[in-house]
């Protein structure tokens, strides 16, 4: 397949380039800037973008690229910093500007190729505090804005090409066309990258793997990524794939039927494993909740190395790890750790099962994934659930975990979703829950005092979970939850709702 391979110089925008690239039906992948000119060529692309970064060109230990990466003769389109370096490299002048950071006018100076069928004024999102002073020989103007000469620059006969600002980002206009003539106008990249090519793709990959004979496990939660990656599996192979669902006992209410309900309607049989009572007995008398997760995640472990040595042999762990865990870093430190977390994921088949692995997402983005979900026939109620943690309710549930405080969190937190779900907001929602703790306060009933549990609504919107904010929830809205609360959960007298952002909360309690 035809792609455009981006080189990650740090900026919180790299995948969001891919991402775009890919919305024009051309497959991108994210590498590290530090790949060498070799490797690059050696994955065949039809173009190459320099991302952008925090970095200066001009300062020591900035991050440059292979310098033979220039001359390997495949287009080459720099964004804000990724423009710079090119500047800088190929023998212009790159200094501390004026900074420019927001919405800008850009007009448009040469209207060939890379602007080709874009009106000749725009907006478009600039976020920079350096910028060219002078070209280097052979390049030409295509656009500038008020203060940048130079917010677009290409020379044809090298065929490479800078922007100062960012099209990636929604407030650029036609930053997603402007993207697309790269890749297709000038790179010549074919538009093959859709989601039922994926579909016909993983299966056959899935299918060259496995050999005859050979047995595919995997766990499924009901959530999207390994839902769709045991239906990929099971279209490959067929009831060679063995599904498990561990229900311990820490479930929304009646998510154990509407799961197998799913899986049931999609022609899939998972082993259903009710292990609520192992996973609540251990749990008893837990407070802390670290040590909370930590025994969830050690009593899933033995639950399904139990169920292995019953179902098995297996010779293959089929996991829904996506492509935003397992691409190398860029530069930033922050990056960098995230990928130490999340390649500690990743790393994923646990070494006690000793077992072949197949992620057959790897490639994808979340987004990508609920497409691939619709194609397979995933109902939209489950493509659209909110994400749910893998401890569950535990993390929902301060102090012990109890019987009485998994009915009222279970309770509550569908009361929160119906009444989220009339209102229209559910889909416009990150989260949404509830979350009981040992608290209580005095109520009325009749004529009688009762000494009740707090419960508090958490709803979050966010685009990524790594920061969120409290949702501003009409007043309306807020009181029928509280009423409906009250009045259909026992035990409960009062309602309130957490109105901390994140950072400086979470957004599960624990
Ligand atoms: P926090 O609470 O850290 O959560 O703001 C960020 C996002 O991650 C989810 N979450 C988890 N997901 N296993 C998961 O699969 C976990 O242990 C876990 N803990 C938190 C949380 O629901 C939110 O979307």
New binding site residues.
């Given amino acids: 397949m035809d792609k455009i391979v981006v080189l990650d110089f740090g900026s919180q925008y790299a995948h969001l380039i891919c991402r775009r690239i890919r919305e024009q039906g051309v497959y991108a992948e994210l590498v590290s800037y530090k790949i060498d000119a070799d490797t690059l060529a050696g994955m065949s692309p039809k173009g190459i973008i320099f991302s952008g970064g925090p970095a200066s060109v001009y300062e020591d230990g900035a991050p440059l690229c292979d310098r033979r990466i220039l001359t390997l003769g495949i287009p080459i389109l720099g964004i804000c910093y990724g423009h710079q370096i090119l500047v800088h490299m190929l023998g212009g002048v790159v200094k501390r500007a004026k900074r420019e950071y927001g919405s800008a006018e850009l007009i448009v100076d040469d209207g060939k190729d890379l602007f080709m069928g874009i009106k000749q004024r725009m907006r478009c999102w600039m976020s920079h505090g350096d910028a060219a002073e002078s070209l280097p020989e052979g390049f030409s103007i295509l656009a500038h804005t008020e203060s940048s000469f130079a917010a677009a620059v290409a020379d044809r006969a090298r065929k490479v090409y800078g922007l100062q600002f960012h099209p990636e980002v929604a407030h650029t206009e036609h930053g997603s066309d402007i993207l697309r003539n790269f890749a297709v106008r000038i790179c010549n990249a074919r538009q093959e990258w859709s989601m039922s090519n994926f579909i016909d793709n993983a299966v056959n990959d899935i299918r060259s793997k496995v050999k005859e004979g050979e047995r595919v496990l995997a766990a499924v939660s009901g959530g999207i990524d390994s839902t769709v990656t045991a239906l990929l599996v099971h279209r490959a192979v067929g009831d060679r794939l063995t599904c498990i669902f561990i229900n311990h006992g820490l479930l929304r209410e009646g998510e154990e039927d509407e799961v197998l309900d799913m899986f049931n309607t999609l022609g899939i049989k998972p082993i259903y494993i009710d292990a609520s009572s192992r996973f609540l007995t251990r749990l008893k008398d837990v407070e802390d909740p670290e040590v909370k ?1 930590l025994i969830i995640g050690e009593e899933f472990a033995r639950v399904f190395d139990d169920a292995v040595k019953e179902h098995g042999p297996f010779h293959w762990l089929a996991q829904g790890t996506l492509y935003p865990d397992v691409i190398e870093s860029g530069v930033s430190i922050s990056r960098e750790a995230a990928t130490i977390k999340s390649h500690h994921n990743v790393a994923g088949l646990p070494k006690w099962l000793n077992l072949k692995v197949l992620e057959p997402l790897r490639q994808l983005y979340k987004d990508e994934v609920r497409q691939v979900a619709r194609l397979l026939g995933v109902p939209e109620h489950m493509v659209k659930r909110h ?5 569950g309710l535990a ?1 929902r549930i301060i102090g012990k975990v109890t019987e009485e405080k998994l009915r009222i969190c279970k309770r509550a937190s569908r009361i929160v979703e119906e009444e989220l779900a009339r209102a229209g907001l559910y889909d416009k929602v ?2 949404a829950f509830a979350i009981v703790g040992d608290d209580r306060a005095v109520g009325v009933l009749g004529d009688g005092r009762v000494y009740g549990h707090i419960v508090s609504i958490r709803v979050v919107e966010s685009v990524d ?1 790594m920061t ?1 904010d409290w949702a501003k929830l009409p007043y309306e809205l807020l009181a029928r939850i509280s009423n409906r609360i009250t009045n259909e959960v026992e035990g409960v007298t009062w309602v309130t709702y957490a109105i901390s952002s ?1 950072p400086p909360a ?3 309690p624990q």
């Fill in positions: 997760r994400p749910f943690p893998g401890p993390v990150w989260q979970a969120a994140k979470t957004i599960e």
